[in-house]
Nanobody, 124 residues
């Protein structure tokens, strides 16, 4: 079992920055890939960014390209999502997730453990 705890969400003005953190504990040896997803009110959860455990590969959604960056510090079992130039449409609950059967993926069904989510609100 892997436990994930997100932090770093909050309220920020448009154009601002936030850094989300996701600390993993438990069976971290089984983690091959890590990802961030988000769910806005009234919308389905969507992929944001993903990274392989050794940081050899990253994937990102087109709507965050150039603004968001995923990174990992394996010594801390922590994955980060640095967000810049935030827009009101980035407002959502952000979830981190880990995959134990594949190294990197954009598909939610490939992720085995999920955090509880952290709210990000971007105001005008």
């Amino acid at each position: 079992q892997v436990q994930l705890v997100e932090s770093g969400g909050g309220l920020v003005q448009a154009g601002g920055s936030l850094r989300l953190s996701c600390a993993a504990s438990g069976g971290t040896f089984s983690i091959y890939g890590l990802g961030w997803f988000r769910q806005a009110p009234g919308k389905e959860r969507e992929f944001v960014e993903a990274i392989s455990r050794l940081a050899a590969s990253t994937y990102y959604a087109d709507n965050v390209k150039g603004r968001f960056a995923i990174s990992i510090v394996n010594a801390k079992n922590t994955v980060y999502l640095q967000m810049h130039s935030l827009k009101p449409e980035d407002t959502a609950v952000y979830y981190c997730a880990v995959a134990t059967r594949t190294t990197i993926t954009t598909s939610q069904k490939d992720y085995d453990y999920w955090g509880q989510g952290t709210q990000v609100t971007v105001s005008l």
